[in-house]
């Protein structure tokens, strides 16, 4: 009789681990769509030797700043692309910036020159417009034309971080990592 009782628990143990074991039906709540573009190989920077470009600031007087935020020096540049994907068409092109020198907290340059002056670098857009380098997505971007060219067009300027201009040296630069859309 013990080996019946015996026989029965394990049938009735065995029954109810397959009832609760089995999934639930449910309703889809909603569906998640993913979209996106695989491109052939990346713009190459023409105006820049390995990638590296040069913008020389021209030199100034403390005394063209007129106080805190102040800025003086403007100087135009530009990321001049060749070699970009051309299909699909209408493909947009901006450069990221990144790199230890970015101030966190107004997003300019830090000058990086020893015993240099107290500005910063300030990068700007063709039009002027401050750019603040330590938030994204970058703000001037390009459309590749039919040949694969782009133009990104920047400008650069010192920045007046303190009320108070000192004069010195000024060097700093930063990494740039072009992205499509």
Do not use: H, R
């Not at 970015?102 to 002056?117: E, K, M």
């Not at 694969?148 to 010195?168: E, P, W």
């Amino acid at each position: 009789m013990n080996l019946k009782i015996t026989l029965l628990a394990g049938a009735l143990a065995a029954a109810c681990g397959a009832l609760t074991l089995a999934p639930a039906a449910n309703a889809a709540d909603g569906t998640i769509t993913f979209n996106g573009k695989v491109i052939a190989p990346t713009c190459s920077v023409s105006n820049a030797s390995g990638g590296n470009l040069s913008v020389n600031l021209p030199t100034v007087l403390t005394t063209a700043f007129s106080g805190l935020g102040s800025t003086a020096g403007q100087t135009s540049f530009e990321l001049s692309l060749t070699g970009c994907p051309t299909s699909p068409s209408g493909i947009q092109v901006a450069a990221e910036f990144s790199g230890s020198n970015i101030n966190s907290t107004d997003g300019n340059l830090n000058n990086t020159a020893v015993g240099g002056s107290n500005v910063e670098v300030q990068l700007a857009d063709g039009s002027g417009t401050a750019i603040n380098l330590s938030t994204t997505p970058a703000p001037v971007t390009a459309t590749v034309d039919g040949s694969g060219n782009a133009t990104l067009d920047y400008k650069a300027q010192y920045y007046a971080a303190q009320a108070s201009v000192s004069g010195g040296a000024v060097q700093t630069s930063v990494e740039y990592t072009l992205t499509y859309q």
